[in-house]
């Protein structure tokens, strides 16, 4: 919807609320004019049912006016001297409308001198977590949300099992375009795996304006501009998927590229308009490596320091196999192999592969060889480890399913670009070789009409030979790089998916434990009250927030006691 649009379905809703409820007004002994007037209107509403003024703020704030309107409501009528459970369900059941019946079908009387105290301790406990989760839901929408990292893609910097607190107000908190939705989640319901929200009506993107800019290296979290993983792996069918912005799947990169950029990637690492990318101490930038012995590999000569690493196998195929095109796709469908050597007979693989096909493929294990995901500390740790024969770095070959998708330029994810990072006002020539780069952005992120005939582009009905962007975008890797999926497969960020910028870690611990004891059992005590950002080795502050919440507890304690004590 747009901006007209919710302006006229926001005078529908003050014509509404005027019929059903002006006679109320003036039970109330004030003017029936005075229920018509928007805005006004609730100000004299606030007074009737005697409740602050401010309330009409959280009227207009998306998601948080779901919660208030019920809350209204029931206010009102029990104003109006109805107090019973029945009333309260048929008001909310009927979205307000059984106001109608108490303006026009009952003798109300106004009830001026009303208890606002709850009448019971059911009623005190409903009104107290309402509102808690008013409060709460005001916080998490437009301040600070909690977030979970779920994958490995920025190990060092940020672990599996890490919880993090994401500040909304560093890049502007985004105004939710979604508005009729669940509060407190994000795009599906608990346990029933339902959409915790209606696709419509959409409000227009509205940013409140931020603290900061977004800066090369800043770890953000965003929402996924692709939607669905079925459109990264393999899939370069430009199928969209519909998800509202705001329901879109949340993920954390660090973005090394910003909007005017020009960025490439040689042999894994980013350079950014000409000059190689120097990351912050706290990231340490993980590549797969493989690890030759000069023994057989087994638990006994294994290096100890790398037992938790992830790894997988070195196999050998056959040449001929490996060359055969059908194959190629069968591996693809089957596991993710990568090329490290060949001679007249066998082309040796690392990576992993569905164990059957293997088989059927006549693959042989390398025994004293192993791929292990390392950084570059790591590396030269185990040159030096005495049954090393080599450590030598994977170098992926050119993929298809690399953005853009475009196989002439046979880019992979470690060999990639030069390519141009849109800017907002910038112009960009248009035409067949370009368009692949940047018809995601025309269609999808700024919603244009776009048809290609011939050689001929069409934007919006118009043939157009340069395009000029509407907002900045941004391109946002994980740390590590062969276990990540990140920009190279989906392409640039909008920034009206930035969600915001993470800035604490308040608990952390290994989310792949076996049990919920093996849990507790890994508790990462030094990473609690870590900060994302900063020089040097991360600081925590555990101890300085434990111990103001020990103080509150025996203050809040002590205070309850003297107003038992004045009883």
């Not at 599996?160 to 508005?179: I, M, N, Q």
């Amino acid at each position: 919807m747009t901006f007209i649009q919710w302006f006229l379905f926001f005078l529908v809703i003050q014509i509404i609320h005027f019929l059903g409820t002006w006679k109320l007004y003036q039970i109330a002994g004030r003017k029936a004019w005075e229920s018509a007037i928007p805005i006004y209107n609730g100000i004299v509403l606030m007074q009737i049912i005697k409740r602050p003024k401010w309330w009409i703020i959280l009227l207009f704030i998306p998601i948080i006016n779901l919660l208030m309107f019920p809350v209204i409501w029931i206010e009102t009528i029990r104003t109006f001297g109805f107090y019973k459970k029945l009333d309260s369900f048929l008001v909310i059941i009927t979205l307000g409308l059984y106001i109608f019946y108490i303006n026009y079908g009952t003798d109300t009387k106004y009830n001026s001198d009303r208890s606002l105290k709850p009448q019971s301790e059911l009623g005190e406990w409903v009104s107290s977590i309402t509102f808690a989760i008013i409060a709460a839901t005001l916080v998490h929408t437009y301040f600070m949300q909690p977030f979970t990292i779920p994958t490995s893609s920025l190990e060092k910097s940020l672990l599996v099992g890490d919880y993090l607190f994401v500040s909304k107000f560093h890049y502007g908190a985004r105004v939710p375009s979604t508005v009729i939705a669940a509060p407190m989640v994000h795009d599906s319901l608990p346990f029933t795996g339902t959409a915790s929200y209606l696709k419509s009506p959409q409000l227009p993107y509205i940013r409140i304006p931020g603290l900061k800019k977004i800066k090369n290296n800043d770890i953000v979290c965003f929402n996924w501009p692709a939607d669905s993983l079925a459109t990264m792996w393999g899939d370069i069918s430009g199928k969209f998927t519909y998800k509202p912005v705001d329901k879109k799947t949340n993920y954390v990169k660090r973005c090394v590229g910003i909007a005017g950029d020009s960025l490439e990637i040689r042999d894994g690492y980013v350079y950014i308009n000409g000059k190689k990318n120097v990351l912050p101490y706290r990231a340490k930038i993980q590549f797969y490596y493989t690890y030759e012995s000069k023994n057989p590999i087994d638990a006994s000569n294994y290096p100890k320091f790398l037992i938790d690493k992830e790894r997988t196998g070195v196999y050998q195929i056959l040449s001929e196999y490996w060359d055969n095109e059908k194959v190629q796709k069968a591996i693809k469908t089957n596991g993710n192999l990568t090329k490290i050597g060949q001679d007249s007979i066998y082309t040796e693989v690392a990576g992993g592969i569905n164990p059957e096909l293997a088989q059927r493929l006549k693959m042989n294990s390398v025994t004293n060889k192993i791929n292990i995901n390392l950084t570059e500390e790591e590396v030269s740790i185990l040159e030096n480890y005495p049954l090393t024969i080599s450590v030598k770095k994977i170098n992926h070959a050119p993929d298809n399913a690399i953005f853009p998708h475009v196989e002439k330029l046979q880019w992979s994810q470690d060999n990639f670009g030069p390519i141009y990072i849109p800017k907002a006002g910038v112009t960009v020539k248009l035409d067949k070789e370009s368009l692949p780069f940047y018809e995601q952005i025309i269609k999808n992120y700024e919603n244009n009409d776009l048809l290609v005939n011939g050689n001929e582009i069409f934007i919006n009905g118009k043939s157009v030979d340069s395009y000029t962007f509407k907002q900045d975008y941004y391109w946002l890797l994980g740390d590590n790089r062969h276990n990540s999926l990140d920009a190279r497969y989906w392409g640039y960020v909008p920034f009206d998916h930035v969600l915001g910028k993470p800035v604490m870690v308040w608990f952390s611990w290994d989310a792949n434990a076996s049990s919920f004891g093996a849990k507790l059992k890994s508790i990462r005590w030094d990473r609690m009250f870590t900060t994302v950002h900063g020089d040097g080795e991360p600081v925590s502050y555990r101890y300085f927030i434990f111990a103001l919440i020990t103080i509150y507890i025996i203050y809040s304690f002590f205070k309850g006691k003297k107003k038992t004590e004045k009883k």
